[in-house]
């Protein structure tokens, strides 16, 4: 006949168990708490595109956890003076510092037009547009259509100012230097300026 044995635990396995069960609920609260630290950052209230200059008035603040992350994002009371961003930022979205800079972008221009065709709704602020003018021949007579402008950036598509219904939106471009003086020609020239959507938009 076999005896029972004894499988009362030891005073030291005890204080094992009861070391590793601590630790587990220590680890466990440490994760919970650790998850509730938040700081606050900047984000931008709706899309800015590249070149925008960075204010209060397109910047709101809000409470986030971005753990390791975090010193790779804009803090609240971090925005540089003169601040401008290097690539479009949707909205609500956080500023990566490696998308904002204090130099001058000096290769680069904005300019607002009205285009004599409407726009796509698919052009929106950080979209690339072409830019296309009609030479004008005589009246409402116009010429085959070349490129002014090729792949520029939309800053910003204003609605009309004025309730007319043949009232155009006007769009605001961030164009490069060297494509300036093509669009201001064909503007001084009363072109027909028509916009056409790049098929990959600036972020994307």
Known sequence: MIGNKSFRKSPIQLLVSAAVIAGSVVGAWFVIESSKITEVYLVTRS???????????????????????????????????????????????????????????????????????????????????????????????????TIAALDVEVVQVREPETSFASAAKSVELRVPITAIQSILRAIANRDAIALTASSVSVGN
């Open 47 to 145: 899309d800015l595109a590249s070149g925008t200059a960075l204010t209060e008035q397109n910047l709101e603040t809000t409470d986030l956890a971005l753990f390791s992350i975090g010193n790779q994002y804009l803090r609240a009371g971090q925005l540089p003076t003169g601040a401008y961003l290097t690539r479009t930022i949707s909205a609500w979205e956080v500023i990566p510092i490696s998308a904002v800079t204090t130099q001058q972008l000096d290769d680069y221009s904005n300019i607002v037009l009205t285009p004599s065709v409407e726009i796509s709704s698919a052009i929106t602020p950080g979209s690339k547009v072409s830019v296309w003018a009609s030479p004008a021949l005589d009246y409402q007579s116009f010429g085959e259509p």
